[in-house]
């Protein structure tokens, strides 16, 4: 049998809330491997991860934090074509 290894979840993980949309934010890393991943999952179930992976896990809550400045919830889960570009 094959031992799967271990996900850390970050503290910076949280539920988030603007304009009525509700997200979760997860932050995690594979035990034993560099970078954090940044995924948000909706109420529905569906999921937006950044591609790129983090140097910590304060870093990826900063790109959460200064999307949603910059382009709001809605439009970091779910953007239109020309922001495709500049998010995640």
């Known amino acids: 049998m094959t031992d799967f290894p271990g996900i850390i979840r970050s503290p910076l993980s949280q539920s988030f809330t603007q304009d009525g949309i509700t997200v979760s934010v997860e932050i995690y890393k594979i035990e034993g491997t560099d970078g954090w991943t940044l995924e948000l ?48």
């Open 41 to 88: 999952v909706d109420a529905d179930g569906g999921s937006t991860v950044w591609q790129d992976s983090f140097a910590t896990d304060a870093d990826a809550f900063a790109e959460f934090s200064d999307g949603v400045e910059q382009l709001g919830l809605e439009k970091l889960i779910d953007p239109d074509d020309d922001d495709l570009a500049t998010v995640h």
